[in-house]
């Protein structure tokens, strides 16, 4: 690893860009770093990664943003891998999660052995804050344009806990099938992400064009009073 990687900044524009580009192999990876204030919804395709867990945890959080790099090889090796922060305005979480995971890059260690050689071999993905913040994403994008949101992130909720959906436990097991089997799902749920773009945007047409987002906790409230009135 380089004794230090700078942190560069990007627009919430730029970002929209890529997240509407979708280019194979994924250029960037988006961490919402939000804490109480997350509710869910979020830039389609980001991760989670609370502020307080993602900086107790930097060296397990650099291991994950390596996995993804390696699972998207080409664009890391032509130095096109970038990986941007955000909270709700990036003045203060996004920044601090940026220029703390940049200062333990220096002694980062690979957790898995027998991948360290195929990860030393890529340069870590460069490092920006999204100004504005997901605030600013809103303000722009929110009612407008619906395919650049999502109701949940793909995972990292838990960096020092437990299983994010999109990074388990199970992708730092010693058992290759194992890890196969997880970057598999990784890539089908990738690919339902982009399948379901054209079904989204169908159905945002077809109501008032508030582009409102429904949380994950009110379609649950849905499904329980839907049990209950069966039961009735």
């Known amino acids: 690893m380089k004794a230090s990687v700078p942190v560069e900044s990007v627009t919430c524009e730029q970002v929209a860009a890529f997240v509407r580009n979708r280019q194979v192999p994924w250029p960037v990876t988006v961490i919402d770093v939000r804490d109480d204030d997350f509710q869910g919804d979020c830039i389609r395709n980001a991760w989670h990664a609370p ?3 993602a900086i107790n945890n930097l060296q397990r959080l650099a291991t994950q943003i390596m996995l993804l790099a390696l699972k998207h090889r080409e664009a890391s090796a032509n130095a096109g891998h970038q990986v941007v922060f955000h909270c709700m305005l990036s003045q203060y979480r996004a920044p601090h999660v940026a220029r703390e995971l940049a200062a333990s890059l220096p002694g980062f260690r690979v957790s ?13 993905p460069k490092i920006a804050v999204m100004q504005g913040g997901y ?3 809103t303000q722009l994008y929110h009612g407008r344009e619906f395919s650049l949101f999502a109701d949940q992130p793909l995972g990292l909720q838990r960096v020092g806990r437990s299983a994010p959906d999109g990074l388990s436990d199970d992708a730092f097991s010693d058992d290759d099938d194992v890890r196969s089997s997880h970057r598999d799902e990784i890539d089908d749920n990738r690919s339902h992400e982009i399948d ?3 079904e989204e945007e169908d159905a945002f ?8 987002h429904r949380s994950v906790s009110d379609e649950s409230d849905d499904s329980e009073l839907s049990q209950s009135d069966d039961e009735e």
Request: aromatic fraction near 10%; avoid cysteine.
């Open 51 to 53: 502020h307080d867990e």
């Open 112 to 124: 898995w052995a027998e991948t360290e050689s195929a990860l030393a071999s890529l340069p870590f």
């Open 135 to 137: 605030e600013r994403f």
């Open 196 to 198: 379901q773009d054209e």
């Open 205 to 212: 047409s077809s109501t008032d064009g508030s582009g409102e």
